[in-house]
């Protein structure tokens, strides 16, 4: 059985983004070849990363939910639950189960913030900073195989444009994740 899709409010989106797919090359806006396509292009790298970090973290009983939430409080500790949804691109819902599971597990704690009581701030234990250390030369191995063949100007201009990349989506962004 097909489901019925409406495509009145893909046209409309059409109309508003006409102007900006002229300034495109047609093979890209036709969808070939998907591999120059940034998008997937991104999509594909991110994925295989993930992938291979998620294998490496299985037999250490380790998620990436949860190695992603002890990596953004490694840079900076104390981060509310906000800071940390918004790094770890994840719904606060979803993240207050991870959090829920870590606190358990011994390796986070919660405490209200000193200057405003409906803020939680979320603190490694010494138990995390020790499962980070552990668990860090896995990551620092799949960046360092991302990465290689790179020269240092060539990673510092990557790197320039992937932030040039996000402000100009995060700035679009209508506020959910």
Do not use: C
Not at 76 to 98: C, H, K, W
Not at 126 to 143: D, N, Q, T, V
Not at 144 to 163: T, Y
Request: a neutral charge; aromatic letters at 6%.
């Amino acid at each position: 059985m097909g489901v019925a899709v409406s495509t009145k409010n893909i046209s409309q989106s059409n109309v508003a983004t006409q102007v900006e797919t002229d300034k495109l090359p047609a093979e890209l806006v036709t969808g070939s070849p998907l591999e120059d396509y940034l998008p997937y292009q991104l999509f594909r790298i991110v994925n295989r990363l993930t992938l291979n970090l998620k294998n490496d973290l299985r037999p250490v009983k380790m998620t990436l939910a949860r190695w992603r939430t002890l990596s953004v409080l490694n840079a900076e500790d104390g981060r509310s639950m906000g800071e940390l949804s918004t790094y770890m691109v994840i719904e606060q819902p979803a993240l207050s189960r991870i959090v829920d599971q870590m606190e358990r597990d011994q390796l986070v704690t919660r405490r209200h913030a000193s200057n405003d009581n409906r803020v939680i701030r979320v603190f490694l234990t010494p138990a995390g900073r020790r499962m980070f250390k552990e668990i860090r030369p896995l990551e620092l191995h799949h960046y360092a195989q991302l990465i290689e063949g790179l020269e240092p100007g060539e990673l510092q201009q990557l790197e320039k444009s992937l932030h040039l990349l996000w402000q100009n989506i995060d700035h679009s962004s209508t506020g959910s994740i």
